[in-house]
T-cell receptor, first 115, second 113 residues
Framework: GAGVSQTPSNKVTEKGKYVELRCDPI?????LYWYRQSLGQGPEFLIY????????DSGLPNDRFFAVRPEGSVSTLKIQRTERGDSAVYLC?????????????FGPGTRLTVL | AQSVTQLGSHVSVSEGALVLLRCNYS??????LFWYVQYPNQGLQLLLK??????LVKGINGFEAEFKKSETSFHLTKPSAHMSDAAEYFC???????????FGQGTRLTINP
């Protein structure tokens, strides 16, 4: 079956612009996560959705970052007034209801470059 | 708070040699432990996980890891490296009941012919 998909695969933008990154989870997965992976680092947690609501947004670095999941499936990560330091690969993962022990399935990521 | 340390950002072994990737964690309570592999331009793929029970865990592609509570370690091994094992490997920890994964910095594994 289809895995987690993310669009676009690459996004180049200019400093100060607004960007949206999309994540399509595996069908039926109720939990959805966003992570950010900077060059040479491991992924860092940003936000976790259970259904439509954000259950944990403690990883969002500041108020320029916001994420939504209005219908409990697709999620959009929104970044306002982008900065060069936002350049990274943004990973999305989903987990099924009752999925054992936090097993998360990852998408291929969106590589964001802020010029 | 939990943390993960992967010793060695880059490991190089010969084809057929033993692979050993080190992972130590810090957690105040018994965690869940994971190893993920990332091939170029692909997402993270779960290799294996430890939750409870047997401390020696076997995963895909011939990898295994052993949870050693006394050493707070979860090192990944494979007896004989293949060229196809070349990738980035990440150790991760999650608290029971918590949802987010905390990752180490990763180890890039290179296989020499």
């Amino acid at each position: 079956g289809a895995g987690v998909s993310q669009t676009p695969s690459n996004k180049v933008t200019e400093k100060g612009k607004y960007v949206e990154l999309r994540c399509d989870p595996i069908s039926g997965h109720t939990a959805l996560y966003w992570y950010r992976q900077s060059l040479g680092q491991g992924p860092e947690f940003l936000i976790y959705f259970q259904g439509t609501g954000a259950a944990d947004d403690s990883g969002l670095p500041n108020d320029r970052f916001f994420a939504v999941r209005p219908e409990g499936s697709v999620s959009t990560l929104k970044i306002q007034r982008t900065e060069r330091g936002d350049s990274a690969v943004y990973l999305c993962a989903s987990r099924p209801t009752g999925g054992s022990y936090n097993e998360q399935f990852f998408g291929p990521g969106t590589r964001l470059t802020v010029l | 708070a939990q943390s993960v340390t992967q010793l060695g950002s880059h490991v190089s072994v010969s084809e057929g040699a033993l692979v050993l990737l080190r992972c130590n964690y810090s957690s105040s309570v018994p965690p869940y432990l994971f190893w993920y592999v990332q091939y170029p331009n692909q997402g993270l793929q779960l290799l294996l996980k430890y939750t409870t029970g047997a401390t020696l865990v076997k995963g895909i592609n011939g990898f295994e890891a052993e949870f050693k509570k006394s050493e707070t370690s979860f090192h990944l091994t494979k007896p004989s490296a293949h060229m196809s094992d070349a990738a980035e490997y990440f150790c991760a920890v999650s608290l029971q009941g918590a949802q987010k994964l905390v990752f180490g910095q990763g180890t890039r594994l290179t296989i020499n012919p």
